[in-house]
């Protein structure tokens, strides 16, 4: 019986000798359009507390609806991006790109002028519909301007990309909230979209799968309804800080049934969008289960940092930009040279070792209080993005070797998938986990106010302060209580994913391959003729 890796042989012509010698301008292309689709969530991440800063400063957004903010774009990305791969193995990768690109940029026009929440979340949406079009394409095109022995090192700068994207974004946020309204945020993409797509008509080739596969319109409906009832729950559970409440558990319930009827009519189908046979394989299982998981603890994360630096240290968002700083420099260090690990070590040290990294950075936040030194938090986030590296590298790797070159989208897809899938479950379950233990701390403080000011103050550290703001003098005794609340949510919080990083190094340290087998000097000898042949 064959596997995907079994089928993984590189097929088809060599690549046209034209598109070979500008594959590395090929690839800074594909990088910037890229850089665009992670550097709205990176940006994002600085902006939430202005955004959720009362009007006309921001949009008095709530908790709750800043997490739908963000998990309205990742939630429709994630949906989607399968049948955006098949679309761009069909009509062709360059004008799926393009296509994706025009939506996101027009979503993120929208969305800089929205004038509530409610709008926000919509526009937010679009964005994701775009950036899935986009996401895929990049991946795909590079395993087809890339010979398999560079498509290793392509990757790895391709992630390391990830990793600049991340260092830009929230010093752009900063900078552009300190001069700017906060829909700047979304409106500084439009002039790259821009960029990107003269530079794309002019140097990217189209390519395309000989024989793709059929849209799968029901897979595709039942994976988002089950994705966003399941998402709903959890986000509400923690809304109301009750996750045995009846609403909660019936909508967390029926996302669980749909997300199960999607598998097995993915199972039965002739066309499926994911198909499920190529999780049979362990070692491509356990990559996409590694890449979940880490974004998953690393989303979750993000989320909770922003509002320990600016409402609890007082820090800008400028400043909180430059502070997350060491995470995005060790990735974009550590990721192109991450390969190197897994030439000597292996896939599994190297993937494992990355892990414990980020399980013992997030356990490391369960330790920060309102007065720790900043270095700790910026050494923290250095080995948080080291690990990053010696993760994402090797198992995008291979994720993308386990399929052949010419279903380059599906695996594109698989990957970012379940990598936005990761990401957007870590916002919702970690976000709920926040809010439910923070409005445990502080709804006792909260006893002499009004039960509706009373909700609304216990949803977040910043209704609390919003509330402690509007009552004057005597609101001042709230606040102490607020920073202590949200520290002691937090050190919960992080635990949790720390949780959940240690199940991802079990599962990589069973199934991901190890060190492979050095070639007897005869076998070396016939790779050299193959190779020259």
Known sequence: MTTPADRAAPTGPRIPEAVHRRRWAILGVLMLSL???????????????TISTPAPTGLGATQSELEWAINAYTLVFAGLLFSAGLLGDRLGRKKVLLGGLVVFGAGSALAAFSGSPGELIAFRAVMGLGAAFVMPATLAVLMNVFEREEQPKAIGIWAGGVGLAIAIGPITGGVLLDHFWWGSVFLINVPIVLLALALMLWLVPDSRDPNPGRLDPVGVVLSVVGLVLLVYGIIKGGQLADFTDATVLSTIGAGLAVLVAFVVFEK????????????????????????????????????????????VRGYSPLQTGL???????????????????????????????????????????????????????????????TGMAHIMTPVSVVIMQALPREKAGSASALSNTFRQVGGALGIAVLGSVLSTAYRTGIEDELGQLPPAARHTAGESIEATLGVAA??????????????????????????????????????????????????QQGEEEKELSDARS
Request: net charge positive; charged share 10%; aromatic share 12%.
């Open 268 to 311: 039965r189908s002739d066309h499926p969008s994911i198909d499920v046979t190529y999780f049979k394989n362990k070692v491509f299982s356990a990559a996409i289960a590694a890449i979940a998981l880490v974004f998953f603890a690393l989303m979750g994360v993000t989320f909770f940092s922003v509002f320990y630096t600016q409402s």
């Open 470 to 519: 509007k009552l004057g003098p005597q609101g001042k005794a709230l606040v102490t209580p607020a920073y202590d609340a949200f520290l002691h949510a937090m050190h919960i919080t992080a635990l949790w994913g720390a949780g959940v990083a240690l199940i991802g190094v079990v599962i990589v340290a069973l199934f991901l391959p190890g060190r492979p087998p050095a070639p």
């Open 35 to 49: 850089l665009i689709v992670v550097l709205d969530n990176s940006i994002l991440n600085v902006a939430i507390k």
């Open 323 to 385: 502070l997350m700083l060491p995470l995005a420099a060790a990735q974009m260090i550590f990721a192109p040279r991450a390969r190197l690990l897994v030439d000597r070590f292996g896939n599994r040290a190297t993937t494992t070792a990355g892990l414990l990294v980020i399980a013992a950075m997030l356990a490391a936040f369960a330790t920060l209080e309102a007065d720790t030194p900043i270095w700790i938090l910026e050494v923290i986030f250095f080995l948080m993005g």
